[in-house]
């Protein structure tokens, strides 16, 4: 007599597929819009040098930066999806005030990402320009959680528009 010994991962609530696709749709439009940012507003090489450099690239790199940053968009958008779920926040996140207002907090949340994990990162991996810990230089510091606002916003809408 065999016994199963699979484990089981319980679903989250207000998870689907059609959600997800959602999420990291809009992350890649978001990063979109927000890499426009970094390559034209921000001055620092973030592009073309740093996020390279987090996978042990040499830059100028520009192609591989922005292909590296579409991958966090959209890790991140998918990431949303499954915060709204297991928070519970699914109807209030189908409005599209609820979807703005979690947007906008989402962004927030995500600036945490350079002013925390870049640095540590790009300092283990020793990249001569890496940013001091934490990293709240004034004014990039400002001007990424503008940017995460902006890629944030179209992950939140692309799941307001979701509905399965």
Do not use: C, E, K
């Not at 283990?124 to 944030?152: D, E, K, Q, R, S």
């Amino acid at each position: 007599m065999a016994t199963d010994t699979t484990p089981t991962i319980a679903p989250l609530p207000n998870v689907t597929t059609t959600r997800l696709a959602a999420g990291a749709v809009g992350g890649f439009v978001g990063s979109i819009l927000f890499g426009l940012i970094m390559q034209y507003v921000i001055p620092d090489p973030i592009l073309a040098m740093a996020i390279p450099a987090m996978y042990g690239f040499s830059g100028p790199a520009p192609a591989v930066g922005w292909a590296f940053h579409q991958f966090h968009g959209v890790v991140l958008g998918v990431a949303f999806v499954v915060l709204v779920g297991a928070a519970g926040l699914d109807d209030y996140a189908h409005t599209l005030r609820g979807a703005a207002s979690l947007g906008v907090g989402y962004g927030v949340l995500t600036t945490l990402l350079p002013v925390i994990v870049m640095p540590l990162w790009l300092q283990a991996v020793g990249f001569p320009m890496a940013p001091p810990f934490p990293n709240l230089a004034i004014p990039g510091t400002l001007i990424t959680l503008v940017g995460h606002v902006v890629y944030a916003l179209p992950v939140a809408l692309a799941y307001a528009l979701t509905r399965d």
